[in-house]
C-alpha cells in the first residue's frame, strides 16, 4: 500500500499560480507513475498531468503549457507547479501512484484531495 499525503491549494485569483505537493510513503519502491487528477463539481474525475519514473511527462490539452508536473525523488514527493490560473481550474485535486504490469499502469494510491479555487 502506498500512502499519499498532500499539501498546498488554496483560494486565487485568475492568472496567479499555486503548488500543489504530494508526499509518497509505504510500498513506493516499485512505483511506475505519478499522477494528477481533478474533479470539479457535476464533473468526472480527469487526469491532468502524468510522470512515469524516467520522467516522462504528458498533460491534459487543457492544462498543457500551463501546468508542470516534476517528481523530488529522493524525498518521494510530487509537485504540480499551476500557472495562469483560470476559473475553469477550480476543483478537487488529487494525486495518485501508479505501478506496472503487463504494460499497463494500475493505481495503488490516492491522496485526499486539496481544493483549489480561481475567483475574481
Known amino acids: 500500500q502506498v500512502d499519499l499525503v498532500q499539501s498546498g491549494g488554496g483560494l486565487v485569483q485568475p492568472g496567479e499560480s499555486l503548488r500543489l505537493s504530494c508526499a509518497a510513503s509505504?510500498?513506493?519502491?516499485?512505483?511506475?507513475?505519478m499522477g494528477w487528477y481533478r474533479q470539479a463539481p457535476d464533473r468526472h474525475r480527469e487526469r491532468v498531468a502524468h510522470?512515469?519514473?524516467?520522467?516522462?511527462?504528458t498533460y491534459s490539452d487543457s492544462v498543457e503549457g500551463r501546468f508542470t508536473v516534476s517528481r523530488d525523488a529522493a524525498n518521494n514527493t510530487l509537485y504540480l507547479q499551476m500557472n495562469s490560473l483560470k476559473p475553469e481550474d477550480t476543483a478537487i485535486y488529487f494525486c495518485?501512484?501508479?505501478?506496472?504490469?503487463?504494460?499497463?499502469?494500475?493505481?495503488?494510491?490516492w491522496g485526499q484531495g486539496t481544493q483549489v479555487s480561481v475567483s475574481s
Open positions: 495518485n501512484a501508479e505501478k506496472l504490469s503487463g504494460g499497463h499502469y494500475y493505481t495503488v494510491g
Open positions: 509505504g510500498s513506493i519502491d516499485s512505483l511506475a507513475a
Open positions: 510522470i512515469t519514473t524516467r520522467g516522462i511527462t
